[in-house]
């Protein structure tokens, strides 16, 4: 079921909605998602198939994120910008050695890794930071544009010109991923800042949805006139209508500018 809310920032109300699913294929969800509407806080992680306990090593990144977040507005209280963006950053590089620790413990002859994707919101501006396949995707006037950008080798053959974009779509080793969070002893996050206008729609996704979904899919069903936990719901039902072969989760919020009213 998706987890929705709505909060009012001055003239500006975010309303956003996360959804999970366990797919038609796969006996477990290891993905894992939280979304703070009050404050803007949108995490998403998606632990690595074919290694032992993704589902531990996303839950580990997602939540440890969220404390470092909590513990940064705790210490930054009364201050007008907390460093968001640099809590988000700083926090995927310290779990990454606590999950390649856990993953020795559990399992020698393994690891455990994840994905994250994780955006702080406020009116105006969005900061975001990702690792691996995990997509932010910003849609603005009908055009659906990816701000983060996959963590693959696939992608690193389409940025050398030695693959097209419809080719990798389907590429056997698309999942391949070149960074991700326990996976190596160090892991270096991208991170980036862009401006929010109103009516602005963003999207946070496992590879769960996108290797179902074409993007054109992708940008009607959130340009949708309709609440942001429909619009989860619905992109989660086109996941699985497609075939459900992986877990799939959805975070999607926007803001809107709320109409002034003059008392005179």
């Given at each position: 079921m998706p987890e929705d809310g709505k909060t009012q920032r001055g003239t500006w109300m975010l309303e956003c909605a996360a959804c999970t699913d366990i797919g038609l294929v796969r006996s477990r969800n290891e993905d894992a998602l939280c979304v703070d509407?009050?404050?803007?806080?949108?995490?998403?992680?998606?632990?690595?198939?074919?290694?032992?306990?993704?589902?531990?090593?996303?839950?580990?990144?997602?939540?440890?994120?969220?404390?470092?977040?909590?513990?940064?507005?705790?210490?930054?209280?009364?201050?007008?910008?907390?460093?968001?963006?640099?809590?988000?950053?700083?926090?995927?590089?310290?779990?990454?050695?606590?999950?390649?620790?856990?993953?020795?413990?559990?399992?020698?002859?393994?690891?455990?890794?994840?994905?994250?994707?994780?955006?702080?919101?406020?009116?105006?501006?969005?900061?975001?930071?990702?690792?691996?396949?995990?997509?932010?995707?910003?849609?603005?006037?009908?055009?659906?544009?990816?701000?983060?950008?996959?963590?693959?080798?696939?992608?690193?053959?389409?940025?050398?010109?030695?693959?097209?974009?419809?080719?990798?779509?389907?590429?056997?080793?698309?999942?391949?991923?070149?960074?991700?969070?326990?996976?190596?002893?160090?892991?270096?996050?991208?991170?980036?800042i862009c401006a929010l206008l109103s009516g602005d729609r963003l999207l946070l996704c496992t590879d769960g949805l996108t290797d179902m979904v074409d993007e054109h899919e992708i940008a009607r069903l959130l340009g949708m006139p309709a609440r942001a936990d429909e619009v989860a719901g619905s992109l989660i039902d086109a996941a699985n209508s497609a075939g459900g072969r992986d877990n799939v989760s959805v975070i999607v919020a926007w803001f809107d500018e709320l109409a002034q009213h003059d008392d005179d």
């Open positions: 509407a009050e404050r803007g806080w949108l995490l998403l992680a998606d632990g690595m198939g074919g290694h032992s306990s993704g589902d531990l090593a996303s839950a580990l990144v997602v939540n440890y994120v969220l404390d470092q977040l909590l513990d940064t507005a705790e210490k930054k209280r009364g201050s007008r910008r907390p460093d968001y963006a640099g809590t988000l950053a700083t926090s995927v590089v310290d779990i990454n050695a606590v999950i390649r620790s856990a993953g020795r413990l559990s399992d020698a002859a393994n690891s455990m890794g994840s994905t994250f994707v994780g955006a702080v919101l406020s009116p105006g501006e969005l900061s975001y930071v990702y690792v691996g396949d995990s997509r932010l995707y910003l849609l603005r006037d009908g055009t659906l544009t990816q701000l983060s950008r996959d963590h693959t080798l696939v992608q690193e053959f389409v940025d050398a010109g030695q693959l097209t974009v419809e080719m990798a779509q389907n590429h056997p080793y698309r999942g391949l991923l070149t960074r991700g969070v326990g996976v190596h002893d160090e892991v270096e996050p991208d991170t980036g």
